[in-house]
T-cell receptor, first 114, second 108 residues
Framework: DAGVTQSPTHLIKTRGQQVTLRCSPI?????VSWYQQVLGQGPQFIFQ???????GRGNFPDRFSARQFPNYSSELNVNALLLGDSALYLC?????????????FGPGTRLTVL | TQLLEQSPQFLSIQEGENLTVYCNSS?????LQWYRQEPGEGPVLLVT?????EVKKLKRLTFQFGDARKDSSLHITAAQPGDTGLYLC????????FGTGTRLQVFP
């Protein structure tokens, strides 16, 4: 069975630009969560969506937004990019509705903001 | 702000040595998960501990949840090069709070 897939793998943007990251969950998983992992740190929770509704939001500015589609895939959008947004963005899926349950992570999208 | 501090931050050892990684917080968690992350990949769940004082063994890895459910430890016996990676603890509240990570390098 395919695991969580994310695209693109790497992305380079400049300050002020906008970016969209994509995630396809494991088949049958209805929950998708997004995390930001800055180099040398643990992942930080950004959003969780379950059955197309936002279930949780971390401490991130409104420049970050996300949505989940009827097929349970998800997009993370970041507007007005800052240098500090450079990080590995991880998507995780789960068959459970709560974001604190076991998460199955994708390989991540490495975003570099210049 | 809930924080999970892991120690040590870095660990470099020879194959066959034993090691312990600690995960500490001032907050109480309903459960605690341990993940391992290898370069270019996302974290992979190793274990979930739920009950205070609980001990779980996974081959050469032993996980313990503190009695007060504020801390946890991971002990690896006879480390192997395949154990190399970033070890992350994650506490469960209304979301997962990840620790700062312990980067382990095991040399043959």
């Amino acid at each position: 069975d395919a695991g969580v897939t994310q695209s693109p793998t790497h992305l380079i943007k400049t300050r002020g630009q906008q970016v969209t990251l994509r995630c396809s969950p494991i088949s049958g998983h209805k929950s998708v969560s997004w995390y930001q992992q800055v180099l040398g740190q643990g992942p930080q929770f950004i959003f969780q969506y379950y059955e197309k509704e936002e279930r949780g939001r971390g401490n991130f500015p409104d420049r970050f937004s996300a949505r989940q589609f009827p097929n349970y895939s998800s997009e993370l959008n970041v507007n007005a990019l800052l240098l500090g947004d450079s990080a590995l963005y991880l998507c995780a899926s789960s068959p459970y509705g709560a974001s604190y349950n076991e998460q199955f992570f994708g390989p991540g999208t490495r975003l570099t903001v210049l | 702000t809930q924080l999970l501090e892991q120690s040590p931050q870095f660990l470099s050892i020879q194959e066959g040595e034993n090691l312990t990684v600690y995960c500490n917080s001032s907050s109480v968690f309903s459960s605690l998960q341990w993940y391992r992350q290898e370069p270019g990949e996302g974290p992979v769940l190793l274990v979930t501990v739920v009950t205070g004082g609980e001990v779980k063994k996974l081959k050469r890895l032993t996980f313990q949840f503190g009695d007060a459910r504020k801390d946890s430890s991971l002990h690896i016996t006879a480390a192997q090069p395949g154990d190399t990676g970033l070890y992350l603890c994650a506490g469960a509240t209304d979301k997962l709070i990840f620790g700062t990570g312990t980067r382990l390098q095991v040399f043959p």
